[in-house]
């Protein structure tokens, strides 16, 4: 059913976009100024533009500056705005009212400088391959090398990555082909937006299977976890009501999807702080156990995730290299610092680089929690013993 809401809409998307691209430019333009302005936001809040001081100009003669994310904001042609429907493009345009000479006001568009969207698009562009090289040997080395480690959390970590993988992908298509090819931008705003918000349901699932453990933990209850079908159910099916409610509600910002999506997380995180918290009355190395998988969780969430708010949208150099190289952070917090793992590949080779040999001291705290999550997927266990030397003793 999902499936099918999904197509639906999709193709609805691809229908319309094919329509209008039939009918004069001219009027596409005035389509556009006439539906995108309300959604534009307004440069000066609620007052004008001042061209002779560059700033805006309040009640009681206030002045502030623009709204736009930008240091230089430039002024449009009103005539020929072109503006797509993209909430990452929008937050760079705005409108006003600009004062005159005879202290009357016209309406305005202003922008940032193209230059500014163009330098953190390019940076994007040369480092988001640097990360999907290092997701995918973040992914090959869970699925291939790693087998025992299946446990909710890192079956959910495994989605998360791929999602976030092939957004990249994704970006790179869209902006290295014709960017004015509409069906390119339909499908990266629609399948590439799809997984960037997946990618935060499947850290929301990791962080639920967390909570659910930590409570077993506290309560001393059997192992149990989040059904793997309900978890399915919620990872992708969120994404998929927040792009059908981008598509068919007016004026919805994409960035609030991601906002209310960090935003569960956030909350999800502070609830599996406190419930580690509760679970100290365990013996001392099953407590630190359970800890080191919590803040492994939240490294990565404060790794990853913030960068989503701060590296999306604002305009500093480090910020956008930080956001495109978030890749390799999570290879160094789920590979590189990953108790367990480093123990694994201690001295071994991957391709022409090799691991550490004294990664073999690593205290493994992380080694009980994985042999409990394997009790929990394999209910029966056969236990030989075999003396060292003779024969077994049939009494």
């Not at 490294?299 to 305009?315: D, E, Y």
Request: proline share 4%; net charge negative.
């Amino acid at each position: 059913m999902f499936i099918l809401v999904y197509l639906f809409t999709f193709c609805k998307i691809i229908v319309a976009t094919h329509s209008q691209s039939l009918d004069d430019p001219n009027e596409i333009t005035i389509q556009n100024n006439s539906t995108i302005i309300s959604e534009l936001m307004n440069c000066c809040k609620d007052g004008v533009y001042d061209p002779n001081t560059e700033t805006c100009v309040g009640k009681n003669k206030a002045i502030f500056s623009f709204q736009l994310p930008c240091s230089n904001p430039i002024e449009l042609d009103p005539t020929d705005v072109q503006i797509e429907k993209d909430a990452e493009e929008l937050e760079y345009f705005c409108i006003t009212r600009i004062l005159t000479e005879n202290e009357d006001s016209t309406i305005a568009y202003f922008t940032c400088e193209e230059m500014d969207e163009e330098f953190k698009i390019t940076f994007e562009i040369w480092l988001f391959p640097i990360s999907i090289v290092f997701l995918s040997i973040t992914l090959y080395l869970y699925l291939v090398k790693l087998t025992w480690l299946r446990s909710p959390q890192d079956m959910a970590f495994m989605y998360a990555i791929s999602c976030l993988m092939f957004h990249m992908i994704f970006f790179i298509v869209r902006y290295t082909n014709n960017r004015e090819s509409q069906i390119i931008i339909i499908f990266y705003n629609y399948v590439g937006r799809y997984l960037k918000t997946a990618y935060f349901s499947w850290f929301h699932v990791m962080c639920f299977n967390r909570l659910i453990e930590n409570r077993n933990l506290q309560q001393k209850l059997p192992y149990s976890k989040f059904h793997p079908i309900g978890s399915h159910i919620y990872a992708w099916t969120v994404p998929l009501i927040f792009i059908t409610l981008y598509y068919y509600v007016p004026n919805l910002n994409w960035h609030i999807p991601i906002l209310i999506m960090w935003i569960i997380n956030l909350i999800l995180l502070i609830t599996v702080i406190t419930s580690v918290e509760h679970t100290k009355q365990l013996d001392n190395y099953s407590w630190r156990t359970n800890r080191y998988r919590s803040w492994l969780l939240i490294r990565l969430f404060l790794g990853a995730g913030i960068l989503w708010l701060f590296g999306a949208s604002v305009r500093i150099p480090i910020f956008t290299v930080l956001f495109a190289l978030q890749g390799v952070l999570i290879f160094l917090i789920m590979v590189i610092y990953r108790y367990h793992v480093k123990r694994k590949f201690a001295g071994e080779k991957f391709g022409v680089f090799q691991f550490p040999q004294h990664w073999k001291n690593t205290e493994d705290v992380d080694r009980d929690d994985i042999n409990q999550n394997s009790q929990g997927d394999n209910n029966d266990f056969l236990v030989v013993a075999i003396p060292l030397e003779g024969k077994i003793d049939s009494k």
